[in-house]
């Protein structure tokens, strides 16, 4: 069985500082693992997710990842925060052996930004 | 390129009755997932439909059933609605092996 662990379930930065929220995950199998954005009242949006290759994923919005295989870790990352980056947030791990990529997610971590 | 797309977007049903949601894939993909979004918790997953059979199914009563069509648009239906039933319903479509996106979702109140 595949879990996710969000570390805070809010984060609040001021605009134009680093962004930074956490994920860690359990998987007996090598993982895929995502990170989604959901604005109020709307679904979800991927930002970006790694497979395999690279360690370091980048995304859109100026958001990257790294895959940190040793910590089990998949933490998300913004150099200067922008007001319109509030938002949830969510990690999520699917397993590589599955056809239909079912997705693992954390619990979310909702992002304020303060002017 | 029309994305995912789910109707309706918001409907209130009361205890016991049946509802049915529904989603329309993004041109090309063949696989449906439906996932259940409780209020302040991330989505869980409900079960997923390929070539119009159910192919996983997550920890969900059998009151949570759902149908794909040959267009590859799926339905979600719930009887015997819970008060616990109230969440943010997500369908998402993907190709097979590949990455799922999501629609709006269907906002469920039941009173």
């Known amino acids: 069985a595949q879990s996710v662990t969000q570390l805070g379930s809010h984060v609040s930065v001021s605009e134009g500082a680093l962004v930074l929220l956490r994920c860690n995950y359990s998987?007996?199998?090598?993982?895929?693992l995502f990170w989604y954005v959901q604005y109020p009242n709307q679904g979800l949006q991927l930002l970006l997710k790694?497979?395999?290759?690279?360690?370091l994923v980048k995304g859109i919005n100026g958001f990257e990842a790294e895959f940190k295989k040793s910590e089990t870790s998949f933490h998300l990352t913004k150099p200067s925060a922008h007001m319109s980056d509030a938002a949830e947030y969510f990690c999520a791990v699917s397993d590589w052996r599955d056809a239909g990529n079912k997705l693992t997610f954390g619990g979310g971590t909702r992002v304020l930004v303060k002017p | 390129d029309a994305g995912v797309t789910q109707s309706p977007t918001h409907l209130i049903k009361t205890r016991g009755q049946q509802v049915t949601l529904r989603c329309s894939p993004k041109s090309g993909h063949d696989t449906v997932s439906w996932y259940q979004q409780a209020l302040g918790q991330g989505p869980q997953f409900i079960f997923q439909?390929?070539?119009?059979?159910?192919?996983q199914r997550g920890n969900f009563p059998d009151r949570f059933s759902g149908h794909q069509f040959p267009n590859y648009s799926s339905e979600l239906n719930v009887n015997a609605l819970l008060l616990g039933d109230s969440a943010l319903y997500l369908c998402?479509?993907?190709?097979?092996?590949?990455?799922?996106?999501f629609g709006p979702g269907t906002r469920l109140t039941v009173l």
């Open positions: 998402a479509s993907s190709p097979t092996r590949d990455t799922q996106y």
């Open positions: 439909y390929y070539e119009e059979e159910e192919r």
């Open positions: 998987s007996s199998v090598p993982p895929y």
């Open positions: 790694y497979t395999t290759g690279a360690t």
